[in-house]
Nanobody
Framework: QVQLVESGGGLVQAGGSLRLSCAAS????????MGWFRQAPGKEREFVAA????????VYADSVKGRFTISRDNAKNTVYPQMNSLKPEDTAVYYCAATLDYSEATLRGGYDYWGQGTQVTVSS
């Protein structure tokens, strides 16, 4: 079992930055690829970014490419998306998730464990 807890959400003005964190507990965090998804009101949960368990490979949704950067610290069992140049359309609940299969890292169904989410609100 892997337990995931997100933090760092909040209210920010358009153009601002936030860094979220996802702290993992349980077994073998360093074996898991980690992903972030988001869900805006009335919309489906969508992929944002993912990072391989080694940290050397990352993948991003086109909507955040160039603005968001995902990283991880396996010694701290934590994964971080740094979100810059935020836009009102980035407003959503952000979820982190863990999977043993990086080949499905962009797919919601490819993840085994999910956090409870943290709200990010970007004002215009």
């Amino acid at each position: 079992q892997v337990q995931l807890v997100e933090s760092g959400g909040g209210l920010v003005q358009a153009g601002g930055s936030l860094r979220l964190s996802c702290a993992a507990s349980g077994r073998a965090f360093s074996s898991y690829a980690m992903g972030w998804f988001r869900q805006a009101p009335g919309k489906e949960r969508e992929f944002v970014a993912a990072i391989h368990w080694r940290g050397g490979s990352t993948v991003y949704a086109d909507s955040v490419k160039g603005r968001f950067t995902i990283s991880r610290d396996n010694a701290k069992n934590t994964v971080y998306p740094q979100m810059n140049s935020l836009k009102p359309e980035d407003t959503a609940v952000y979820y982190c998730a863990a999977t043993l299969d990086y080949s499905e890292a962009t797919l919601r169904g490819g993840y085994d464990y999910w956090g409870q989410g943290t709200q990010v609100t970007v004002s215009s």
